[in-house]
């Protein structure tokens, strides 16, 4: 399915009538969770017990950058409720993207139970089912929290731009940026842990788009150790849950994924759109087709 640019007077409308929406800003909140502030932003224009889009960005980044702030917005401007939230990383109330200028200790499994306290801050306070939304390797991330941890009262996922995974691509990748081969890196991860030293660090390696800092052992493994599980057409394959993943024409980022998403073996559950002409990010007007897709999606599920 494919969705393409909308008139010229649409978006003159659009121009005209939700610009005053837009500029409302979403609430800050925060959660306590593990001796940190975790800190997400909540619009919620609708009766709680409707249910909320749960929103996670992508590598590194927050909840607040530009294409999660615009697919929120426009969410509330449709009257959906969402909590786009930042993981931590180990940062006591992170904002901003991250500056590569301090350790990573938090790996998958510390983002998982950061988005299980979310999920248990949202029942505390009243709303009803959840939809998981994720963008990028947040949308491979919430996939993963899903089909691992098996939250609670979650009604469909939303994966834009789901990140892909091939082992031997990732490490020639690594070696390429970093000089240094993936599996020595792997090595000394899995040498400290297996050395029971989890809180040892590794010391000025590259990770994700950082050139050099240091890393914790279960970090680096959870990012980088050959998982299938970080590959989403993989993960989502037979997914007893409805699921919507939307790609853009132009993405070159997860340039791989519609052929990857082609060649699900059990899509049943599965369904594909793709905004014509999207880059990865989205911008300016294909985030309101992205909307579009995803209400028309909910509304069916």
Not at 165 to 178: C, I, L, T
Not at 216 to 222: D, I
Request: negative net charge; contains cysteine.
């Amino acid at each position: 399915m494919a969705r393409s640019r909308k008139p010229l007077s649409v978006w003159l409308f659009v121009l005209l009538f939700w610009v005053p929406l837009a500029a409302q800003s979403a609430e800050r909140v925060t959660l306590e969770h593990d001796g940190l502030t975790l800190v997400g932003h909540l619009q919620d224009p609708a009766d709680r017990a409707d249910g909320i889009f749960l929103m996670l960005h992508g590598t590194l980044a927050h909840g607040r950058m530009e294409t999660m702030a615009v697919l929120q917005d426009l969410l509330a401007a449709q009257g959906q409720n969402s909590l786009s939230v930042n993981l931590s990383f180990g940062i006591d109330a992170r904002e901003g993207m991250f500056e590569c200028d301090r350790p990573v200790t938090h790996g998958l499994q510390e983002h998982f139970a950061e988005l299980e306290a979310w999920m248990d801050w949202l029942r505390a306070e009243g709303y009803g089912p959840v939809t998981l939304l994720g963008h990028s390797r947040g949308g491979n991330q919430v996939a993963r929290f899903h089909q691992e941890w098996d939250p609670e009262d979650v009604r469909a996922l939303v994966l834009i731009a789901p990140s892909t995974f091939d082992a031997e691509r990732a490490a020639a990748s690594y070696e390429a940026q970093s000089d240094m081969p993936l599996v020595t890196r792997l090595d000394q991860a899995t040498e400290l842990m297996r050395m029971d030293q989890p809180e040892t660090l590794l010391r000025d390696v590259r990770f994700l788009y950082c050139e050099e800092l240091d890393v914790a052992p279960t970090a680096f493994l959870s990012y980088y150790a050959p998982d299938e599980a970080h590959d989403t057409p993989t993960l989502i394959d037979g997914i007893g849950t409805p699921t919507l993943v939307i790609l853009g024409s132009e993405d070159d980022v997860v340039a791989d994924l519609p052929e990857r998403m082609g060649s699900l073996a059990d899509p049943a559950n599965v369904s594909t759109v793709t905004i014509d002409g999207a880059g990865h990010f989205f911008r300016d007007f294909f985030a309101d087709d992205v909307v579009d897709a995803i209400l028309d999606f909910t509304q069916r599920h």
